[in-house]
């Protein structure tokens, strides 16, 4: 067991039913260090109590057979657009690229996420190839890389040098204030793409080439027919869908400590429609291996495990907060040392 280091925030909230929900209580000032905590993440744990008290949430577990055929008309219609985009005038094509072709290329990026977890078909090898064709739009193959970083996100949530979900030390001093916490917002997927490849980098497999091919021939295609405003129009569109926009407030709102002792968040609003539920977050890391279409379905059948949990009502709102709230910034996030340097070491070849 690794040293933790010192925290002057208060201990984590407990995982059993609480009778109240809790204010909305943010640091009194400023965060100079991530809340470091000692205890195990969550999740496993009120994984265990709902399966206890219910076990027929058992039939909730697998995919959804509706996934392949949402991805499949997100893939088209993007497709679609990108080739017709050297038709189109420039506000019509600057409209489209951020209100359709950023929110589509982030619904992409949560299908791929879904698929992470093998819910869009039975078979791995099923979900291996929807989620390399989910990737096409988006314009930067990741699907396969993202699939190796997000499980052990789930396993060792808030881990230091594992989850890299996390921001580093160096985000920590840099986005502290009201511009340059703006600036993350704008570039935040350079980071998420980027933090991996510095905090724990992984040797790629055949699978990642396969998917480098795939997508490079898919962007090639597209500059062919296209034209450079049809792939520019797919390139851009994933960078404004993950930066300034409402779907891309999940991005923050999801594990960054606006209660103190709280470190996931849901959210219940209409933008799950087109983020394959990916708000539900505290029933979706309760139980990664059930499909998003069946997330409301846990809470539901476990409403006490739920209800009294901080939530967020808005993720424009989060966005927003997250800007102009000195008292949240990069360091507002768990952190944890549960794990021995040799077994990180060991994780990069995984």
Same mark, same amino acid.
């Given at each position: 067991?690794?040293?933790?280091?010192?925290?002057?925030?208060?201990?984590?909230?407990?995982?059993?039913?609480?009778?109240?929900?809790?204010?909305?209580?943010?640091?009194?000032?400023?965060?100079?260090?991530?809340?470091?905590?000692?205890?195990?993440?969550?999740?496993?744990?009120?994984?265990?109590?709902?399966?206890?008290?219910?076990?027929?949430?058992?039939?909730?577990?697998?995919?959804?057979?509706?996934?392949?055929?949402?991805?499949?008309?997100?893939?088209?219609?993007?497709?679609?657009?990108?080739?017709?985009?050297?038709?189109?005038?420039?506000?019509?094509?600057?409209?489209?690229?951020?209100?359709?072709?950023?929110?589509?290329?982030?619904?992409?990026?949560?299908?791929?996420?879904?698929?992470?977890?093998?819910?869009?078909?039975?078979?791995?090898?099923?979900?291996?190839?929807?989620?390399?064709?989910?990737?096409?739009?988006?314009?930067?193959?990741?699907?396969?890389?993202?699939?190796?970083?997000?499980?052990?996100?789930?396993?060792?949530?808030?881990?230091?040098?594992?989850?890299?979900?996390?921001?580093?030390?160096?985000?920590?001093?840099?986005?502290?204030?009201?511009?340059?916490?703006?600036?993350?917002?704008?570039?935040?997927?350079?980071? +998420?793409?980027?933090?991996?490849?510095?905090?724990?980098?992984?040797?790629?497999?055949?699978?990642?080439?396969?998917?480098?091919?795939?997508?490079?021939?898919?962007? +090639?295609?597209?500059?062919?027919?296209?034209?450079?405003?049809?792939?520019?129009?797919?390139?851009?569109?994933?960078?404004?869908?993950?930066?300034?926009?409402?779907?891309?407030?999940?991005?923050?709102?999801?594990?960054?400590?606006?209660?103190?002792?709280?470190?996931? +968040?849901?959210?219940?609003?209409?933008?799950?429609?087109?983020?394959?539920?990916?708000?539900?977050?505290?029933?979706?890391?309760?139980?990664?291996?059930?499909?998003?279409?069946?997330?409301?379905?846990?809470?539901?059948?476990?409403?006490?495990?739920?209800?009294?949990?901080?939530?967020?009502?808005?993720?424009?709102?989060?966005?927003?907060? +997250?800007?102009?709230?000195?008292?949240?910034?990069?360091?507002?996030?768990?952190?944890?040392?549960?794990?021995?340097?040799?077994?990180?070491?060991?994780?990069?070849?995984?």
């Amino acid at each position: 067991m690794c040293k933790v280091e010192k925290s002057n925030l208060p201990p984590m909230a407990p995982v059993e039913p609480q009778a109240t929900k809790p204010k909305f209580v943010l640091a009194h000032e400023p965060q100079s260090d991530f809340h470091w905590t000692p205890t195990d993440e969550p999740h496993a744990t009120r994984r265990k109590l709902i399966m206890a008290k219910y076990p027929e949430v058992k039939k909730l577990f697998g995919h959804c057979w509706k996934t392949k055929y949402v991805i499949a008309a997100t893939v088209a219609l993007q497709t679609y657009l990108a080739l017709n985009a050297q038709y189109m005038s420039w506000p019509v094509y600057i409209f489209i690229m951020y209100c359709i072709g950023g929110t589509a290329n982030h619904a992409m990026m949560m299908g791929m996420h879904e698929i992470s977890h093998n819910l869009g078909f039975k078979k791995p090898l099923h979900n291996k190839l929807l989620g390399i064709f989910a990737n096409l739009p988006i314009g930067v193959p990741s699907s396969i890389s993202f699939k190796r970083y997000h499980l052990e996100h789930h396993r060792y949530q808030g881990e230091d040098g594992v989850d890299v979900d996390l921001p580093t030390e160096l985000e920590g001093k840099i986005f502290t204030n009201k511009l340059t916490k703006f600036i993350f917002l704008i570039f935040q997927l350079f980071f +998420y793409g980027g933090r991996p490849l510095i905090v724990n980098p992984k040797v790629p497999g055949i699978w990642e080439f396969f998917n480098l091919v795939v997508c490079l021939s898919y962007n +090639y295609a597209i500059y062919v027919y296209g034209g450079l405003s049809g792939l520019m129009y797919l390139l851009i569109g994933t960078l404004l869908g993950c930066g300034i926009h409402p779907v891309a407030g999940h991005f923050i709102a999801e594990h960054y400590e606006f209660v103190l002792g709280y470190e996931t +968040y849901s959210y219940y609003g209409i933008l799950n429609r087109v983020t394959f539920n990916v708000g539900l977050h505290n029933e979706h890391h309760d139980f990664p291996f059930v499909a998003g279409s069946r997330l409301h379905e846990v809470r539901a059948l476990a409403p006490e495990f739920y209800e009294n949990l901080p939530s967020h009502k808005s993720w424009v709102k989060v966005l927003v907060d +997250y800007v102009m709230d000195d008292n949240i910034n990069a360091y507002s996030r768990v952190k944890r040392h549960n794990l021995t340097d040799d077994v990180k070491e060991k994780m990069k070849s995984d």
